[in-house]
């Protein structure tokens, strides 16, 4: 029996915005958009492999608020970059928020922290080179 990762699927206030937000700051695509229940599903691909779905409050519904505090669960997802002084300059550029500034951990990778729509955690790194 094998398995590989489908998706990861995002419950978000404003769908629209949030792809936006993935799109502008991370170079994502979206490659599909559909009907699901009462609401609408975007389909996100980075580099082109599946990134995650984007949907909305169906009628019924009521979605706790998400939180960028530590958490049980899923607390972040790790995005990797070659140029974080680039990618910190972007995501400023952008105005997006930084919970914890690019520094530089004892292995030699730069770590920081950014929100995403819904209060998602991010976490940027950049390993040593070599």
Known sequence: MN??????HFRSEDP???AKFYCDNFGAVIT????LST???IILELDGR???TISGRAE???????S???RYGLDHIGFEVDDMEAAAA???THGVHFICEPWTMPSGSTVAFIEAPDHVSLEIIQRPKG
């Open 16 to 18: 629209d915005a949030a």
């Open 68 to 70: 960028t505090d530590p």
């Open 32 to 35: 599909a958009e559909r009907p």
């Open 39 to 41: 609401t609408k599903s």
């Open 50 to 52: 599946p990134l995650m």
């Open 60 to 66: 019924g519904e009521d979605p706790v608020p998400g």
């Open 3 to 8: 398995f590989t990762q489908n998706h990861l």
């Open 90 to 92: 972007n995501f400023r």
